[in-house]
């Protein structure tokens, strides 16, 4: 089997109102904020204790590209308007499986409720289908959390499993549920697969493009 291709050339994805690009090291307090905060560190399996964490993880993601086997590879989803790291995105890559990958996302709490993590994920999405040509994206959910499963449910995604006691006791043993959506479902409904174009949405139209840095 062939090993995939690392995106090294990925620079950001450009949406109507976000800029999603690789961390940078002065990402670091913000991003420290929002992911130590209890209402998101709750349903996130790594929650930083120090700002020294979140640098080694900064660091750690300058040296990685989307699509290596066996990394998470964390995107930075920063406001257009204003330049604000708001949120991130989180790609896995599984090793010797090169059609799959699963998705995390995260919007700080005062940026909830606009419609970012949709409009996040939906471009990340088109990326992975369109640039990656992978065949299935999956997301790993607490059956709790009402507003991450709106939101795949939001972009298409069904639900294909449920499984009970799956995720390793923090206090006690949790469910997960999984949501999932193939290359072929997300084209048909009428996602861009291209990396620069206009297509309807979110009352009204947006632009995503991929930008890639010269090699
Ligand atoms: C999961 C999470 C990203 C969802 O965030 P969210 O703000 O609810 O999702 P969106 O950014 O897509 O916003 C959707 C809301 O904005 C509203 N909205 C406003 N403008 C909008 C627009 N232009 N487009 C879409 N929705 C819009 C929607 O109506 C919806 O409101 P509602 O919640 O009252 O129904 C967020 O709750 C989070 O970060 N949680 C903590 C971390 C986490 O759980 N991550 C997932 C682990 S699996």
Sequence with gaps: MCRPTADERFAFIETA?????????????PFFAYRSDPRVSRYKGWKPESIGEVEEFI???SRLHPNMPGTWFQLAVCRKDSGELIGDCGLRFPDGDDSQVEIGYTVA???QGHGYATESVTAVLDYLFG?????????SVEPANTR??????RIGMRRQAHF???????GEWGDDVI???????WNRNGRSVVHHGQQPGFGGSRTIRTLHRPV
């Design 131 to 139: 640039s990656l040509g992978k065949r299935r994206a999956y997301g």
């Design 164 to 170: 009970r006691d799956s995720v390793p006791p923090d």
């Design 179 to 185: 949501y999932a959506i193939l290359d072929e479902e």
């Design 59 to 61: 660091d750690r993601m």
């Design 109 to 111: 709490p005062a940026h």
């Design 17 to 29: 109102r976000l800029i999603i690009r690789r961390f940078a090291a002065s990402d670091d307090a």
């Design 148 to 153: 991450s499963i709106a939101l795949l449910e």
